[in-house]
C-alpha cells in the first residue's frame, strides 16, 4: 500500500490542497491501495498515488470548487459520476478513474469548453504551459462538432491595463480560479464572476480595468489561472522558460521564495516557489514583477573614481579603482590614525558579503567601526529582546499566526510593507481571530473587505510607551496575569518590581488618556481581549522602532508578553516584521560596531580570543563608531574615510543636511551600488555592484529564516560584493581566501553558535532553517523560548515613559509620521526603476481634511512642509485616515527629500533616529524648496565620461 504523507513537490499541482490529521484513511484507486490523512480529496489521494485526474476548476494551492466536471470518476456502488476534487476520500472506497463512461463525459466537458475558445495554440504565448490544451490531450478530445456560428466570447476585448499581466476575456473559461486565489491567497476580493450562465464573467472591481480596480498586483490570479486569460506581459514579449533557478525576493523581510524563470540568462518570469517555507507559493507585486531594475539602463557595471566630487566620474579598471581605494584608505589612516575609516554594511547583500565586510573592517581596517541600516531601523528590537528574552530577534515563524486568536499590529503597515505575511494574517482574522491596531494612522487593517479590527487605538506619534504601559496595567490591576507563567519562566523579583511600576497610577489609561489622544476604556478593552482571546501575538514594525523610546516600546511589549504567558509556543510572541530583505542577516553577521556574529561583545575576551585565532589578526577590543558617531566624527575631521555598500545614507537617514556635510568633510568615500545613488554624489570612487540574480549567498528573513540566493545569471559588473571586499582586503594586506560563499558560511557555522549547524548542503536538502540551527537543533528553531527563555528567566524591565523633545508649538504645530507603499520599496533605488511608478510616482503628503482647511489647502495642492531641520515641497493628499494634527508621508522619492525634515533625535539606546516623530507645519506653496533646487544642481555634477577601461 502506498502511504502518503502530507509532503508535496513543488512541480506537481496535486489538484487540492494538503489535510492534516492524526487518522488515515485507506482506500484503492484503480486498483491501487492508498492511504491518506483523512479529509484528502480523491483527486489528491489519486495524485499521491502517482494518478493524475484530469482537472480544470482545481489546483492545490485553493479549496476545491467543483465547478468544471472534468475530474470525475466512479466509485464502486455507488451512483453517478462524482467530482474527484470536492469528494472526500473513505476508508475501503474502490475509486474507478479511467473507464469508458468517464472518458466520454470528461470528452464532453472539453468539446463545450473548446468550442468557445480561440484554437490559435500555435500563436498563443500559453503554448506549452495552458492546463486547457493539456486537458485536451489528456481526455483524447479529437475533434469539436460545435461550429463558431452561435454565440460565443471570442471577439471580448482585452485588458491591458496592469502593466504586468494582461486579462484577455475571449480565453476565460470561467473556472473562478483567479477570483478564489484572489479571496483565499491575496485576501483582496478585487475580482468577482459577474451574471450568470453563459453571460457569466471574470469582472475586476465594478467592471473595471484590473488597474482601476481594487487589485495589487500580487499575480495570484495569474497563477492560478490554468489558461493564456491572465498572462505575464513578459511572457508574451519573450516567450516561455527554458530553466529556472530557486532563490529568495531580493526586497523586504518575508524573504519569498521564487523560481526566477529564465530563458538563456534573460530573466522572464519570477514565479512564487510553492515549497517556500515563508511564502508557500504567494508573493506580492515587488518580488513577482518589479524585477527589472536589476538589468536596468541606469546600471554602472564599471568601476569609476573621482578627486574631487565636482569632477565628474571617470570610468577604470577593477584593478585601479581597489588600488586607488586602499592607497586613500591607508593615507587617511596615517594622517588621521586607525579610527578614521570605517565602513557600512547592507542589509540588502547577502549574509556571506556582509560577514566579510565586516571582517575586513576590523581585520584590515584594524577598528570596529562597523555599522548597518538595522542602526535606523531595527536595532531597538536587538537591544530590547535580548534584554528581556536573551536574544535579538522575533520569537515566531510566520506559519505561527495560523495558531493566533487576537492579533495586536503595533506601529505596522503588513498590507504594504510585508504583503505576503499579511494575507496569511487576514486568512486567519477571516477565520476568526481577533484584531488591535495600535497606530497613528487608519492602515488597511482597520477595516477593509472581509477584515474588522476589533478596536483600533489611533494614538498621537511618540506615545507608545504610554500605551503599552497603560495596557499592560490594565492586565495587572483587573488581575489578567499570568501567574503561573511569570513564576515558572521569569525571573520574579524583576518581575515583583516590575508589577509595583506597572501598577502606579500614572501608568493607568486614565492617566494617559491626554497624552496618547485615545479614550481609557478602549485602551482597558483592547487590553482585556489581547490578555483573555486565547493565543495572543504582537507584530510590530518600524512605528514602535523609529522613536526616542524605540529600546523601551520593545521591551514594554516583551513584559506584557511574559505578563499574559503569550509566548514559548505556536500563536504567540513578540515578531519584528523586519523591513530590509537581509536586515536580519546583517544584524546576525556583526554588522554592528560592538558586537561579532551572533550578537557577542567585542570586549568579550573568549570571544574576540576565538576570531583572533580564526582570523590570524589581533583585534580591537573597544567598540567602534555607530552612523551617527561617524557624522559627527567627519564633522571633528577625525573620521574622513568611508565604505558604504548597498545603502543609500545620503537618502534614507535622518536630517540629511547633517549627513550630506559629514559626507563633503570626508575625503574618501567609496559607495559599492547598483545605480549612482544620492550618497554617490558625495563619493570619489563607485564600486559596482551585483543584483540578487547575479550571484551565490543567503539571506535571512523577519522569522530568523535563513534562505538560499542562488546565482541565475552572470554579475554585469564581472564581481558579487564579496569578491570585491576580498579584493579590497587583499590590497589592505589582509587577504582573505574564499572560492565560494559556501566557503564564507563555513566560517560563520565555525564562529557563530546560532548557526553552528547551518551549511549550504544542509539549506540545498531542507529548503531554509531558522536559527538557532546547531546540535541541539540541526532542523533550526521555528519558535524560540519553549520551555524556557535563551537568557534564562525572562527579564522584566521598568519602561516609564519619557516624551520625546520634539514637541509641537505654534511654529510646527503638526506631528509627522512615515511609513511605506505596496509598492515602492525603501528609498526606491530598485522599484523607482520599474513599472511600479504606475502607482506610486511621488511622495505625497496626507492631511486631515480639518488640518487642511485652516490652511487653504485643496486635494492636489504643491504644500511646503517644514520643521527645525529643514524643509521640502510635496503635493497634499487630503484623508481621514489621518487624524487632525498628523500628517503623514512615505520616502520613496529622492526629489521629495521627507528626511531633510526629519530630526536627529533618536533611541536612547540604540540611536536608532525617530523618524515618527517630527514637529512640522504645512503651508501652500507653488515653488520647490532651496533643498530641491540644490538637490537639482547636485544630480547635474553625476556626469561620466566614459572611458573603455576594462
Ligand atoms: S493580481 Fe492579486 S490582487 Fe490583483 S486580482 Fe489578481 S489575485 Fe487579486
Ligand atoms: S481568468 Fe483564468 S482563472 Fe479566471 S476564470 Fe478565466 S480561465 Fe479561470
Ligand atoms: S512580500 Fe516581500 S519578500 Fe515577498 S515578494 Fe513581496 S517584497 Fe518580496
Ligand atoms: S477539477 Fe473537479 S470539478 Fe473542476
Known sequence: MTVCSNIDTASIDRGTPARASNQ???????????????????????????????????????????????????????????????????????????????????????????????????????????????????VGLREVRYGYDGENHLNETKDESNPYFTFDPSKCIVCSRCVRACEEVQGTFALTIDQRGFASHVSAGMNENFLDSECVSCGACVQ????????????????????????????????????????????VRMTPYKDGKANHGHSCVKGRFAWGYATHKDRITTPM????????????????????????????????????????????????????????IRAA?????????????????????????????????????????????IGANPTDAHPVFASRMKRRIREGAKVIVIDPRRIDLVRMPHVEASHHLALQPGTNVAMINAISHTIAEEGLIDEEFVRERCDVEDFDHWREFILRPENSPEAVEKATGVPANEIRAAARLYATAGNAAIYYGLGVTEHSQGSTMVMGMANLAMATGNIGRNGVGVNPLRGQNNVQG???????????????????????????????????????????????????????????QGEDIAQSDPNTHHVTSALEAMECVVVHDLFLNETAAYAHVFLPGASFLEKNGTFTNAERRIGRVRKAIPPMAKY????????????????????????????????????AGVSYAKLDELGSVQWPCNEKAPEGTPVMHIGGFVRGKGKFVLTEYVPTEERTGPRFPLLLTTGRILSQYNVGAQTRRTSNNVWHDEDILEIHPHDAENRGIREGDRVALLSRSGDTTMRAHITERVQPGVVYTT????????????????????????????????????????????????????????????
Request: net charge negative; charged share 20%.
Open 891 to 950: 520616502f520613496h522619492h529622492p526629489e521629495s527629500g521627507a528626511n531633510v525634515i526629519t530630526t536627529e533625535f533618536s533611541d536612547w539606546a540604540t540611536n536608532c533616529p525617530e523618524y515618527k516623530v517630527t514637529a512640522v507645519q504645512v503651508r501652500p506653496t507653488n515653488r520647490q524648496s532651496r533643498w530641491q533646487d540644490d538637490y537639482e544642481e547636485l544630480q547635474k555634477l553625476q556626469r561620466i565620461e566614459t572611458v573603455a577601461a576594462q
Open 24 to 138: 488515515n484513511v485507506s482506500l484503492e484507486i484503480d486498483g491501487i491501495p492508498v492511504s491518506v490523512p483523512a479529509g484528502t480529496s480523491i483527486m489528491r489521494a489519486a495524485s499521491l498515488a502517482g494518478i493524475q485526474v484530469p482537472k480544470l476548476c482545481a489546483t492545490d494551492s485553493l479549496e476545491a470548487f467543483g465547478s468544471c466536471r472534468l475530474c470525475l470518476v466512479e466509485i464502486a456502488g455507488r451512483k453517478g459520476t462524482p467530482a474527484s476534487c470536492t469528494t472526500p476520500a473513505e476508508n475501503g472506497m474502490k475509486v474507478f478513474t479511467q473507464t469508458d463512461r468517464i472518458a466520454k463525459l470528461r470528452r464532453g466537458v472539453m468539446e463545450l469548453y473548446i468550442s468557445d475558445h480561440p484554437l490559435d495554440c500555435l500563436t498563443c504565448a500559453a503554448n506549452g504551459d495552458c492546463e486547457l490544451q493539456d486537458m485536451a490531450g489528456a
Open 224 to 267: 492560478a489561472c490554468p489558461t493564456a486569460t491572465l498572462m505575464e506581459k513578459s511572457i508574451i514579449q519573450h516567450g516561455t522558460p527554458e530553466r529556472s533557478v530557486i532563490t529568495t525576493c531580493a526586497y523586504c523581510g518575508v524573504g519569498c521564495t521564487f523560481e526566477a524563470e529564465l530563458q538563456g540568462d534573460r530573466v
Open 365 to 409: 581596517f584594524g577598528n570596529n567601526n562597523v555599522d548597518t541600516c538595522a542602526r535606523v531601523c531595527h536595532s531597538p528590537t536587538g537591544y530590547g529582546l535580548k534584554t528581556t528574552y536573551g536574544t535579538s530577534a522575533g520569537t515566531q515563524d510566520f506559519d505561527s499566526v495560523w495558531d493566533a486568536d487576537v492579533i495586536m499590529v
Open 586 to 644: 546583517s544584524c546576525d553577521m556583526g554588522s554592528f560596531p560592538h558586537e561579532y556574529s551572533g550578537y557577542r561583545h567585542v570586549s568579550d575576551d573568549a570571544t574576540r580570543l576565538l576570531f583572533e585565532k580564526d582570523w590570524a589578526v589581533k583585534l580591537d577590543p573597544e567598540p567602534g563608531l555607530r552612523i551617527p558617531n561617524m557624522f559627527d566624527a567627519a564633522h571633528d575631521h577625525s573620521f574622513m574615510g568611508l565604505y558604504v
Open 720 to 755: 558579487a560584493e564579496w569578491e570585491v571586499t576580498c579584493m579590497l582586503s587583499k590590497a589592505l594586506d589582509y587577504p582573505m581566501h574564499y572560492n565560494h560563499p559556501s566557503e564564507i558560511m563555513d566560517e560563520i557555522a565555525r564562529l557563530t553558535p546560532t548557526f
Open 305 to 360: 573614481i573621482r578627486k574631487s566630487i565636482k569632477d565628474p566620474w571617470r570610468e577604470v579598471t577593477w584593478d585601479e579603482a581597489i588600488a586607488y581605494t586602499a592607497s586613500e584608505f591607508k593615507r587617511i589612516q596615517q594622517k588621521y590614525g586607525r579610527g578614521s575609516i570605517g565602513g557600512i554594511t547592507s542589509s540588502r547583500c547577502t549574509n556571506e558579503e556582509t560577514f566579510v565586510m565586516q571582517k575586513m
